[in-house]
Each structure stands twice: as structure tokens, then as C-alpha cells.
């Protein structure tokens, strides 16, 4: 008997929103394309990211522009336009966050010159905020607070929405056992064999193209293609969040030229406020242990808002991990990467706001779409991954300020 097997334009492996967004591109566009999730969409960086659709701020506030200012300054705009609904993709039910960013800074001349740069050097550029439409921690803040009209969305729901559209095109795969590729030469990638993870159903893929968007995945599937490594640099962060008494805050407090504390908020399953604060904190803190860490983030949001009552605040900490296109000096790269080997496309946006620069960028590279069948009842009988979990909705010890001892949920 046959073994059975699909012919593909392109093979996506990651459900994260670079995944996500590229299959809905090729779909749009008339390519035939599947999407292989080994875990849950959104697993890793989508799901752990505070969903601000960057302008460029933290490159602004240096002083002068850059190319990766110059680069991620239009994003903003581009993902307005889909979360309005009028362009591709459709995200115009995403649950928000916020539809701006607070900007304030801390006492000092260096910050001050740092805000400077950000009123130079971003397209959305920040306005002043009357002090009656602050929230309420910043009404008392003696000092400028902007206004900068970057949104925030909520990224579990940007990914379910994406993959509503697109179930019949989304399979849940075993990389450990059900997994094969076959090379012809580094990178060129002739089949990749699957077994059903519920029936041990093989099938067989015959890809144009296979695209490389599962994150810190990559490097593992590089080495499946035959291709070289040390392509990506994993950069780390240990993010702080708070849940209690708190307002709906999404904004940026500036010490000297970068983002001190970049806080975004959302509602938790029992209509709790949380909080997610990275910014330089969450880099500052990577060798810190997770007491140590919500120490220095309660120290921090007392400075920057010292009206905030933290006493009914429960507090936890999580690891996450950047996966970007290596750059020989760890630093990040100043855009959207993508390397094409063969047939295999690596991506690595480095940021949110970027996602749809690079499925431009990508989709340029691939040639028309095949004349293929579009019937993929082969695959009706293959599990459907789920969404990732958000970080505050995991089974994470929380702490209130008095005590070290962990508090329930």
C-alpha cells in the first residue's frame, strides 16, 4: 500500500504569532500551507510577551535615530489597520489591553534628555497627558506624564483568533518520535515524514518551502535540515507580575535612556487586575533568584509611583527566553531575520510589533503559488493544538509584601 503523502508550497513549523500570521498569509494568498505545533500555540515568546506594539521607543530615547528605530517605526500603524479590521489579517475582535502607553521618567537630566529623543524620534510621537486622564497611581506624579499611542494587545487573544481561522490547517505533532526529515543537501529539505500522535497514522509532506518559526525551536530544526548552528542567540528576561488592588496601567517609566519599568495589565480568569512589569528590570534581574527579583520590583514601583498602595498586592516572578538571529555581539538584531538555505526559511522577528514586516519580507521570497490540490481530508483526523495558557494563569507561587512565604492563588 501507498504510503500517503501531501504536496505543500510551504511547511510552518511553530504556532507562535509569526507562524500564525505567515500561514494566514499564505492562505490569503493561494499557497497551500500547513502549520506543525509540537506543544501550544503561542508557547514561549507570544504567549509570555506583554503585547505592545512597539514604535521604537526604547531605540528613541537614545538621542538619535537608528536603523532599528527607523525599522520598527511604521509597525504601530500596520497593526492598527488589522486591529481595525481593514487589512489582513482580520484581528478586529482581539481582546486590548489598551489603546496607548503612559510615558513618564524619573527625576534627572539624562532622562529628560532621553524623552527628548522619543518626541524627535518616533513616528506616533508622545502628547501631554492632562493630569485629569491619568490613572490614578500618576495623577499625584510631579512631573510630565505623556500620552504615546502605541496599543497593547491581549496575545492569547490575537493567537485564538488566528488559529479559529485556521484549525483545518494547524496539526499537533510528537518531534521526539513522530518526526523525520529527508535532505537531499544542507537545507533542502525533499520530505518530512509525521505519525499521528493519537493513531500512529504516518503521512508524508512534500514541501516547496519549510519556514522555521518555532522560536528557540529553531536551532534543533536547523540541525533536522542539515543546517548549520550557532544561527540564533537566546537572550533571557525574568518578568515580575503583580495581581490585587491595583488600576489598569499600560506604560513605560524612563531612568536615563531606556524603559526602567515597562508595565502592561490584563484581568486574570477571576477578574483580578494583573500586572506584567519588564522593561530594564526584567533584564537587570536575570541572575537574581525570584524573592530577590520582586524585592527590586516592589523598590522600583514605589520610586515610580509613590502613591501606590502595594499592601494588598501579591506578587510572582517567570522566566522567559528571546530567540533572535545571532549577531556575533549578543546584542539585538536592529530588525525582522530571515535566512534562506535550500528550500528552509529560519525566521526570527525580535519583537511583536515586527511580526507582520516579516511575513512581507518572506512572502516576497517565495515563488507563485502551485497549481495543488486544496482537499486536505487526509488530515481530518489528525489533533488540533491549543492555545498556551498566559503566565498568570499558571500553577506560580504568588507573595504578598510582608512575607516570603508563598500565598495561595
Known amino acids: 500500500m501507498d504510503q500517503p503523502s501531501l504536496k505543500l508550497d510551504a511547511l510552518i513549523f511553530g504556532g507562535g504569532i509569526t507562524g500564525l500570521w505567515l500561514l494566514d498569509a499564505l492562505h490569503r494568498s493561494g499557497r497551500r500551507a500547513i502549520l506543525l505545533e509540537a ?54 475582535s482581539t481582546i486590548m489591553r489598551g489603546e496607548y502607553c503612559c510615558l513618564w521618567s524619573l527625576p534627572g537630566i539624562r ?49 485564538a483568533m488566528l488559529a479559529d481561522q485556521h484549525r483545518p490547517r494547524c496539526l499537533r505533532i510528537d518531534t521526539r518520535s513522530g518526526l523525520e526529515f529527508t535532505t537531499s543537501a544542507a537545507g533542502q529539505v525533499d520530505c518530512v515524514r509525521l505519525l499521528n500522535p ?101 523598590s522600583d514601583l514605589s520610586k515610580a509611583m509613590p502613591s501606590l498602595d502595594l499592601t494588598q498586592v501579591r506578587f510572582t516572578s517567570y522566566r522567559a527566553d528571546r530567540a533572535e538571529a545571532a549577531t556575533g555581539s549578543g546584542t539585538r538584531p536592529d530588525g525582522p531575520v530571515h535566512l534562506l538555505e535550500g528550500n528552509t526559511v529560519t525566521l526570527w522577528p525580535t519583537k511583536l510589533a515586527l511580526v507582520p514586516m516579516l511575513s512581507d519580507e518572506v512572502m516576497h521570497c517565495l515563488p507563485e503559488p502551485g497549481r495543488l490540490d486544496d482537499d486536505l481530508h487526509m488530515l481530518h483526523d489528525w489533533p488540533r493544538p491549543t492555545v498556551a495558557l498566559p503566565p498568570w494563569e499558571r500553577d506560580l507561587a504568588w507573595t504578598d509584601m510582608h512575607s516570603a512565604t508563598p500565598a495561595s492563588r
Open 39 to 92: 506543544g501550544n500555540l503561542g508557547d514561549g515568546q507570544t504567549i509570555n510577551s506583554q503585547g505592545i506594539i512597539h514604535g521604537g521607543l526604547k531605540y528613541a530615547l537614545k538621542g538619535r535615530p537608528s536603523r532599528a528605530s527607523r525599522t520598527i517605526r511604521d509597525m504601530p500603524m500596520r497593526w492598527r489597520r488589522s486591529l481595525a479590521g481593514e487589512a489582513s489579517p482580520d484581528l478586529s
Open 111 to 159: 532622562s529628560r534628555i532621553g524623552l527628548l529623543g522619543a518626541r524627535i524620534g518616533l513616528r506616533v510621537r508622545p502628547r501631554a497627558l492632562p493630569r485629569n486622564e491619568r490613572p490614578a497611581p500618576l495623577q499625584s506624579w510631579n512631573g510630565p506624564v505623556s500620552r504615546i499611542d502605541e496599543q497593547v494587545v491581549e496575545p492569547h487573544s490575537v493567537l
Open 198 to 298: 493519537e493513531t500512529s497514522t504516518p503521512l508524508d509532506l512534500e514541501p516547496r518551502h519549510v519556514l522555521l518559526a518555532a522560536g528557540g525551536g529553531n536551532d534543533a530544526l536547523r540541525r533536522s535540515c542539515n543546517l548549520p548552528g550557532k544561527a540564533m542567540q537566546i537572550r533571557p528576561l525574568h518578568m515580575v507580575m503583580a495581581r490585587g488592588n491595583l488600576p489598569r496601567l499600560n506604560g513605560h517609566c524612563i531612568k536615563g535612556t531606556a524603559p526602567w519599568l515597562s508595565i502592561t495589565s490584563t484581568l486574570d480568569c477571576a477578574d483580578r487586575v494583573v500586572w506584567q512589569i519588564g522593561g530594564q528590570l526584567a533584564e537587570d534581574c536575570v541572575e537574581m533568584s525570584p524573592d530577590q527579583t520582586i524585592d527590586r520590583a516592589r
